[in-house]
């Protein structure tokens, strides 16, 4: 691709080559692949395709949605709090939405770690089959009290901390627990604590319309499409409403810094890093062990149109490295 670069030292030449072949698999898609360690850029390759000016060819300040790796900057931000002592990880959720009736019996570590047992969407498609609820959803969201009652109506999937299940829904409600401890909105203590800390310019929270990349064939408009077609396993997230599991828009230059960032010690010390990659039942906080390498963690996102991919790898020749994939 003529959208592409790579280190000609020869040490790194082998790493970059591997890349090559997957960031030709999606040229057309909008995409960019990045590939650095601690100290330098090794790879990176874009799309042929332009920016939303027609004109800015793909490029690592480029943005795009990044969906569930949403939950790796939601961590931290929780991470950062256990260290300030503005709680703990063994506090109950109760304590701080005392109005979710069965938040008296879960705790923020069984959030975090996806043991929780709460409902992985707080609403179901069968709720959102009513018209009307799926318009407000998508167009207004709803207001945090009504995002609990609708929990209330709900049973646990499982008693807390027996079982794993991907819950959207944990991590929006940690976002509102950053927000009553913080006195301060979600969007606003990650722009300050993370996304300011790390020079992370091109970066936002809970924002629409600043992506400046064009996605590939995205696979639906607004409302043409049948919900059980779209998302068969009968969970769907908008957008408006994922806030702390869902909502950030990043680059791959800023995904690099944050990386690094985190693993330098710059956002948190390095217990709070162990609690982080603790994989508990297959997930840690915000990170996931990528099944069949070693030492290689990491976290994907999908929205409407998206899909991101945060990895982490751990090597004895290299380095830590990190790759970012976004399309």
Not at 36 to 50: N, P
Not at 77 to 93: H, N, P, R, Y
């Amino acid at each position: 691709s003529s959208n592409s670069w790579s280190t000609n030292e020869d040490d790194l030449k082998g790493l970059a080559e591997i890349l090559k072949e997957e960031s030709e698999n999606f040229s057309g898609s909008g995409g960019i692949v990045m590939l650095a360690s601690d100290e330098k850029v090794i790879f990176i390759s874009g799309s042929e395709r332009t920016e939303t000016d027609g004109n800015t060819k793909v490029n690592a300040y480029t943005t795009y949605e990044i969906g569930s790796v949403t939950k790796t900057f939601t961590a931290t931000a929780i991470l950062q709090l256990c260290e300030q002592g503005k709680l703990s990880l063994d506090d109950k959720l109760g304590t701080y939405i005392p109005e979710y009736e069965k938040g008296k019996d879960i705790t923020l570590r069984q959030i975090i770690h996806m043991k929780s047992g709460i409902q992985r969407e707080f609403f179901s498609t069968e709720e959102l089959m009513d018209f009307d609820l799926f318009i407000k959803y998508y167009n207004d969201g709803f207001s945090d009290e009504e995002l609990i009652e609708v929990l209330n109506r709900h049973e646990l999937e499982f008693e807390p901390g027996t079982q794993s299940l991907y819950s959207n829904t944990g991590y929006t409600l940690l976002a509102m627990v950053i927000e009553k401890i913080t006195g301060e909105k979600y969007c606003d203590y990650i722009q300050k604590n993370i996304f300011d800390e790390c020079g992370m310019e091109h970066s936002s929270s809970m924002t629409l319309g600043d992506v400046t990349s064009v996605p590939k064939d995205p696979p639906f408009g607004y409302y043409n499409f049948d919900i059980n077609d779209v998302f068969p396993d009968g969970y769907f997230m908008c957008p408006v409403s994922g806030r702390g599991a869902g909502d950030i828009h990043s680059c791959a230059a800023d995904m690099i810094a944050f990386d690094n960032a985190l693993f330098s010690g710059k956002l948190i010390n390095s217990d709070s890093l162990a609690e982080m990659f603790s994989l508990d039942m297959g997930y840690g906080c915000g990170w996931q062990e990528i099944s069949g390498y070693k030492n290689c963690y990491g976290h994907a996102g999908a929205t409407g149109s998206y899909y991101s991919l945060n990895m982490v790898i751990k090597t004895e020749e290299y380095g830590t490295l990190y790759l970012i994939e976004l399309r």
